[in-house]
């Protein structure tokens, strides 16, 4: 079955540095999402993306952040000089077409810590 | 803002017994409501409603939409110690992404 996977699952990093997490959505799906999920709250929305652009972003997708599809099937999410208070499962997700209301898929989360 | 709340947070039953989640909005444009189950990681994807009255079902699970009372209940009978999750609750509003809710952490004692 087509599954989104993400790399790593787990990542440390200092305060200050830069990390990039990485997410190869399910083959045919058009839109790309990530998500955030500080421990013990709710999943948050960071930023969509289609046709090579983002389509929407929230209050916290702000300069620290980027997104970029570097090739046809990679799909990554760079956090810039990190803080502490980044640390937070992070989910992508993909689907077929929003458009039409579908659901979304979801990788099995990259947990980053940021010491 | 569009909004989704939960209840309860959190649930404790024990196995055999039937459990009743739910779900409430605000939106402003409404175009489904999901439901997900969220074990160790990564929300899996349990219902999408879009229409009042229609029971979804899946095995144990079911769940239902009542777009008059902004509302929809997850239901799970005959409980197992695998059903403990968190489920959540999301909403489609024709925006790019889904608002979700806080969820509900359910634990199923042997």
């Known amino acids: 079955e087509p599954e989104v996977t993400q790399t790593p699952s787990h990542q440390v990093t200092q305060m200050g540095q830069e990390v990039i997490l990485r997410c190869v959505p399910i083959?045919?799906?058009?839109?790309f999402y990530w998500y955030r999920q500080i421990l013990g709250q709710k999943v948050e929305f960071l930023v969509s993306?289609?046709?090579?652009?983002?389509?929407?972003k929230s209050e916290i997708f702000d300069d620290q952040f980027s997104v970029e599809r570097p090739d046809g099937s990679n799909f990554t999410l760079k956090i810039r000089s990190t803080k502490l208070e980044d640390s937070a499962m992070y989910f992508c997700?993909?689907?077929?077409?929003?458009?039409?209301?579908?659901?979304?898929?979801f990788g099995q989360g990259t947990r980053l810590t940021v010491v | 803002e569009d909004k989704v709340v939960q209840s309860p947070l959190s649930l404790v039953v024990h196995e055999g017994d039937t459990v009743t989640l739910n779900c409430s909005y605000e939106?402003?444009?409404?175009?489904?409501l999901l439901w997900y189950k969220q074990e160790k990681k990564a929300p899996t994807f349990l219902f999408m409603l879009?229409?009042?009255?229609i029971e979804k079902k899946s095995g144990r699970l079911s769940s239902i939409l009542d777009k008059k009372e902004l509302s929809s209940i997850l239901n799970i009978t005959a409980t197992q110690t695998g059903d403990s999750a968190i489920y959540l609750c999301?909403?489609?509003?024709?925006?790019?992404?889904?608002?979700f809710g806080p969820g509900t952490r359910l634990s199923v004692l042997p």
């Open positions: 997700a993909s689907s077929v077409d929003l458009t039409r209301g579908v659901e979304a898929f």
């Open positions: 083959s045919n799906h058009l839109y």
């Open positions: 993306f289609y046709n090579n652009e983002i389509s929407e």
């Open positions: 939106v402003t444009n409404f175009r489904s």
């Open positions: 879009t229409s009042s009255g």
């Open positions: 999301a909403l489609d509003n024709y925006g790019q992404n889904f608002v």
